[in-house]
Nanobody
Framework: VQLVESGGGLVQPGESLRLSCAASGFTFSSYGMRWVRQAPGKGLEWVSAINPGGSRTNYADSAKGRFTISRDNVKKTLYLQMNSLRPDDTAVYYC??????RGQGTQVTVSS
């Protein structure tokens, strides 16, 4: 079982990033998935979730209107489109299954 995140990086405030999470070793289409993040010195924060079929999504208040979660069950990949990024979005972003299993994360840094 593996989840591998990619797409992080250093961007300026107001810019966009698209995170990807490649899944393997399990039936991806059977699991609800989440994005969570951990800012420096803080605990894990839930960002967004999507149901197995991709028809229902939820967002933390901090992500609403700026982030979009999606999935491609054929490609076994989870996405997070992040627009209008702010410095307080700086964190390591993890994709996770609803049972808590998560990947190693990808760093997102928003700074001018």
């Amino acid at each position: 079982v593996q989840l591998v995140e990619s797409g992080g990086g250093l961007v300026q405030p107001g810019e966009s990033l698209r995170l990807s999470c490649a899944a393997s070793g399990f039936t991806f289409s059977s699991y609800g998935m989440r994005w969570v993040r951990q800012a420096p010195g803080k605990g894990l924060e839930w960002v967004s979730a999507i149901n197995p079929g991709g028809s229902r999504t939820n967002y933390a208040d901090s992500a609403k209107g700026r982030f979009t979660i999606s999935r491609d069950n054929v490609k076994k990949t989870l996405y997070l489109q992040m627009n209008s990024l702010r410095p307080d979005d700086t964190a390591v972003y993890y994709c996770a299954r609803v049972d808590g299993f998560r990947g190693q994360g990808t760093q997102v840094t928003v700074s001018s």
